[in-house]
């Protein structure tokens, strides 16, 4: 099976260097803007808003991080760049999303832009380098009420005023086998440390190898709240997966006597060429990195497709911890 990837995977592709050690860091995450510095969406269509705002056409690439969306609340995030691929941290941005050209619009959704950093201890060779992504724009909040296409435009706010740009269209329920929220977790087998003879290497492509891989998802699911993380450093097309990781070690050691935290790889023998393992096609990936949080019930209580920060696991961790 061929994977597919979130559309910001064409704009980071760089490989990247360098890792270290020192004190913590502060949240560095940037809050949403205000709603109100954005057009209202009452009474108009995306057609309106896209042509008759008074916006103007922006130059830089708003590219979803995510492609499995369900019907009800989601979480969507998002990168922006430059046409020549250079990461935009600092953009004002607010979405809009509308089912048809005629149906009602939801909007404007400000985006928080959360930070990818952590701990210079947790940062991976390779988490510095170029083209590395170091932050990730998310609306915490989307309500898609029907499967199928949506239409989707962004908003920012510009030097010389507000510019709008067309955004790719979220498809609603087009992966219906990725395990939902309130959904009991596959049970899958995922290599442990012991299983290797403690050459980690064979299990991750991290470097160095991160500490996920002390037990069995398997053994562990219904009796431990787990937290699941597919993903694979050094393979990663959206390169996000390394910072992923990254965040979830860091995350990990704080709270490894509360939850078993898990790193499954992506490709049978960390090769492409050889297909995806079969822990990823039995929760029905099409993308990676994804992490799943799984209550001591075997539930899974939230999911997280693509790039996210220290602050946004850690709150995503209450719901297992609390459910557990």
Known sequence: MKFRFPLWALAIFLPALLAGCGDAVEDPSRPAPAATEFPSAQGKTIADLLHGSGATPTDLVVAPAAQTFDVGENRYP????????????????????AKDASSPVQGPLPAAVSSLETKPAYRAAGSEGPGEATTVYVVPRVDFDKAGPWLAIAMLKGENGLEVSRVPSPDVGLYPKVPSVGEKAPPIHTPTADDVGGDLKQIDTRVPPDQMHQVDFADVVGRKPVVLVFATPALCQSRVCGPVVDVAQQVADQHRDEVDFIH?????????????????????????????????????????????????????????????
């Open 78 to 97: 998002f990168g922006v760049f430059t046409t020549g691929n250079e990461q935009v941290d600092e953009a004002d941005v607010a979405l809009y999303f």
């Open 264 to 324: 499954m790889e992506v490709y049978n023998g960390n090769d492409p060429s050889k297909g995806i393992r079969p822990q990823l096609r039995a929760y029905g990936l099409q993308t990676e990195p994804w992490t799943f949080l799984i209550d001591s019930d075997g539930v899974v209580r939230d999911r997280i497709e693509g790039a996210y920060g220290v602050f946004e696991l850690e709150k995503a961790l209450g719901t297992i911890l609390s459910a557990g």
